[in-house]
């Protein structure tokens, strides 16, 4: 199978490791945050706002663009890069997660989910032969292999069925995704919280063979804990020289311990979420910038931040626009925890590659657990 991406490792300490993905749109360094452009966009963002934060690679997805615009007027438009005015890569998910979420909505069989469309009710087949489809109409860089995603919790048999539907799908995958040059197409490992279930879902993604594989089937209700047991063990069962995406992860301490586990990709609504609803992600943990101990506060949110949110403009007048509920609130307090999040990301490459990940680590733990400082 000829590689639609090329990946190198670089440094390693223990199980964490940096590497760069090169692409025919440019370099993805890894450890690597991918901000969720779910319809095409990142929430209160502009995509040079969003590339100045330092982000490589967007993720787009599947479910909703088939569903509006569709894939197919993406296409007649130039693809979603041009459509979006994305220069750099962009991953898609396969829709298989959103058409979960669906619950009552969806009819699961072996060849795929039929669903009614959570904005007007009108019905859709989606298989893996036409997740590929709207993949490709899309123009994707990064392709995802269509999967079912069980919530947790479940008990094991109900888990056990699923991962295996998903194998079956992942070979019709990579049979309708076919050869791409310059296009790549990545493997979702199931299996819940189960070590045999995992190591028997990575068996058969590796003999199936992708470009890269992704860890799917956590975040998903298990918490960090049960997270994280599955991740001192299922990056493991994966081939070293390619990339290993953990998809939906998450909070910042998520982040840190995925790579430490040795996580390479990951992707989460969290920050753009978050700076909607008024919250801020910074060294010290979560700050609420709704809270009333704000309102006069003349200091930036984060010292020695360079996002326009903290160079520009105090806490009080951050509380003031989130409590207005006036747009540029959420607008300035995205682009900080997009930045946030992309330093973070730097910070962990710099301490890997320096063989300093648990200074790092400690350091990291350590401010968050002295919390936001009151004003004096």
């Known amino acids: 199978m000829a ?7 670089g440094a390693t300490d223990g199980a964490a490791r940096t590497g760069v993905i090169s692409t025919p749109r440019g370099e ?3 450890p690597a945050f991918m ?8 929430k209160a963002m502009l995509p040079e706002s969003v590339a100045a934060t330092g982000a490589d690679i967007l993720l787009g997805n599947t479910y909703h663009l088939m569903l509006r615009p569709t ?4 296409a007649a438009l130039g693809g979603l890069h041009r459509f979006m005015n994305w220069e750099k890569p962009i991953l898609t998910d396969s829709g298989g997660f959103q058409v979960m979420s669906l619950g009552p909505l969806r009819k699961l069989t072996e060849e795929g989910v039929r669903f009614s469309s959570h904005l007007d009710g009108s019905k859709h087949m989606l298989t893996p032969e036409r997740s590929m489809e709207i993949q490709r109409l899309l123009g994707s860089d990064i392709v995802m292999c269509f999967d079912e995603c069980p919530a947790l919790p479940a008990d094991e048999a109900t888990v056990a069925k699923s991962m295996r539907l998903s194998m079956r799908w992942a070979q019709r995958s990579r049979d309708a995704f076919g050869d791409r040059p310059g296009h790549a197409l990545f493997g979702i490992m199931q299996g819940g919280v189960t070590r045999e279930l995992r190591e028997e879902s990575a068996e058969a993604l590796q003999r199936i063979g992708f470009d890269g594989y992704a860890i799917g089937g956590l975040a998903v209700g298990e918490g960090q804990e049960a997270m994280f047991s599955v991740l001192d063990y299922a990056p493991g069962f994966l081939p070293a020289d390619r990339p290993r995406y953990l998809m939906g992860v998450g909070k910042p301490d998520d982040i840190v311990g995925a790579v430490e586990r040795g996580i390479d990709m990951m992707d989460c609504v969290l920050p ?11 060294a010290r943990g979560q700050v609420n910038l709704r809270n ?8 930036p949110l984060e010292e020695g931040c360079q996002c326009p949110a903290c160079r520009s403009y105090s806490r009080a007048y951050l509380h003031h626009v989130v409590k207005a509920d006036e747009i540029i609130g959420s607008m300035l307090l995205t682009w900080h925890n997009l930045h946030y999040y992309q330093l973070l990301m730097q910070g962990l490459r710099e301490a890997i590659e320096a063989g300093g ?3 790092f680590v400690a350091g990291f733990h350590a401010r968050r657990a002295e919390g936001d400082v009151e004003p004096v």
């Open 357 to 359: 990940l648990a200074g």
């Open 28 to 30: 993805i360094r890894t």
């Open 292 to 299: 009333a101990r704000h309102k006069d506060d003349p200091r």
């Open 71 to 74: 894939a197919e007027r993406v």
């Open 35 to 42: 901000p969720v452009g779910t319809a095409g966009t990142v």
């Open 272 to 282: 753009s979420r978050s700076g909607r609803t008024g919250q801020a992600w910074t």
């Open 3 to 9: 590689t639609g991406i090329n990946f190198t490792v």
